[in-house]
């Protein structure tokens, strides 16, 4: 497992869920919540998981190559990992705020 962190992260794949869910305001503000609603990181990284399969445009298809291969990426994701990384800013935003 070693082998295949990327950038700091479990893997690519979740390093690029990562990326993208956190470069938008809207999905980073709806997983922010998801963060504040969930006390344990294993649950905010559920509901964070379930927000990206409801944002799958390929959910409602046909099974494909590109279906299999867009669940096989998403099964890869460390969505745990994710959500500590997210509880970290929200702690450092709260330090941050705190000494002003």
């Known amino acids: 497992m070693e082998g295949k962190k990327y950038q700091g992260w479990t ?3 979740t390093w690029v869920v990562n990326l993208w869910l956190t470069n ?3 999905t980073y503000d709806a997983i922010l919540e998801s963060v504040r609603d969930n006390a344990a990181d294993h649950d905010a990284g559920e509901a964070i998981k379930e927000f990206v399969e409801e944002l799958n445009p390929l959910n409602d298809k046909e099974p494909s190559l590109f279906t299999d291969l867009m669940n096989g990426a998403l099964s890869e994701v460390n969505w745990r990992e994710i959500a500590q990384s997210l509880r970290e800013t929200l702690k450092e935003n709260e330090q941050y705020e705190g000494a002003r």
């Open 11 to 13: 893997n690519y794949e």
């Open 24 to 26: 938008y305001s809207g």
